[in-house]
């Protein structure tokens, strides 16, 4: 038990030591980002099995335009993979949004676009069903740890809502709840 105080009082200080030598970000042109994190998926319609699942939360991209050094407009990717019927699938978005930075190191981002549940990539065509397309919403919240003048490492959370309609009749209604560490390029 010591040497576990003591490695997390090391790292502390160790992080402590790089976050005082942070330098101020430059936001403008053109930004990039990923997000890797674990999440609970929870469907609220449309599942005959169970209605709950966690697992990691892919794939998380997001490209944009800084349209002022605190606001950008991006084009996110959000999702998790989960299993139905012994197959892969990935519940997935598509989403336009705006991230503001209220501080120096905390933003806030929403956005309103399309929603998917397809098979996962590296499943078989043959084994899975169709994709089905809806829309969805996404709310994101995140701290920048560390900061440098072209890229920032951030601790963020994602909600993501989203409805799908099948094609074999009724909705798919989703809810992603997740929470990683995000890198963003500026």
Do not use: C
């Not at 005959?48 to 998380?60: F, H, Q, V, Y």
């Not at 699938?89 to 503001?100: A, L, N, T």
């Not at 309103?112 to 499943?123: I, K, N, P, Q, V």
Request: net charge positive; charged share 20%; hydrophobic share 40%.
């Amino acid at each position: 038990m010591k040497k576990l105080i003591f490695t997390f009082i090391i790292a502390l200080i160790a992080v402590l030591n790089i976050q005082a030598q942070t330098e101020k970000p430059i936001r403008k042109g053109f930004t990039a980002g990923a997000f890797v994190g674990v999440g609970a998926l929870h469907f609220t319609e449309g599942m005959s099995e169970k209605a709950t699942r966690g697992g990691i939360s892919l794939p998380n991209l997001k490209m944009g335009w800084f349209v002022s050094p605190r606001t950008a407009i991006y084009v996110n990717t959000v999702g998790q993979i989960y299993e139905s019927e012994g197959v892969d699938r990935s519940f997935e978005g598509i989403v336009p949004s705006i991230q503001f930075w209220a501080t120096d190191k905390w933003w806030l981002s929403g956005g309103y676009g399309a929603s998917l549940d397809t098979r996962a990539l590296y499943e078989s065509k043959s084994q899975s069903r169709k994709s089905d397309w809806g829309k969805g919403v996404l709310l994101a919240t995140g701290y920048e740890l560390l900061q440098r003048e072209r890229w920032a490492l951030d601790l963020q959370t994602r909600l993501y809502m989203a409805r799908v309609s099948r094609d074999e009749g009724g909705n798919l209604d989703g809810t992603n709840f997740s929470i990683g560490v995000g890198i963003s390029l500026f």
